[in-house]
């Protein structure tokens, strides 16, 4: 494929169409998080990233998979478990079999903060995805998160 290739443009305007896509979905859930719960949207996606662990084997996420499922590097997750930890959102403890892992859980503090910021995050979701149904270049985009059968 070269620069000017016809199926190349299209995969390229569909990307910048999904990038658009995903920064205004984020950015009005982060605006309605912030002001209706104090959390960003990284806060929130560790929290509820961390809160679907369980006990028993395989039940907690080491930090390299918490960072993947938060799309962080490792040490920006490191960053925002501390911030989480100092507010007593989280708590951190050693693997009791390997004293090297660390994980993460979420106290009572964060699961009631959680449980009330679900609801705000996903109105914001759905506003935001509302809102892009608008613009023809994202509306099947829309339509493909939402299950809908389209071709993008």
Known sequence: MTATDPALTALAQRWCALSLLHGRIESH????LESGHGLSAREYSLLDVLSRQHDGPGGHLQMK???D????????????????EDRGLLTRYLCATDRR???????AAGQELLEEARPTNDRALREALEEARKNPDLAPLVQVLEGETASV
Do not use: C, F, K, P
């Open 69 to 84: 499922a938060v799309v962080l590097s490792q040490s920006a997750t490191t960053r925002l478990v501390t911030r989480l």
């Open 29 to 32: 859930i982060e605006r309605a």
């Open 65 to 67: 998979q918490v960072a």
């Open 101 to 107: 892992g660390i994980y993460t859980d979420v106290t």
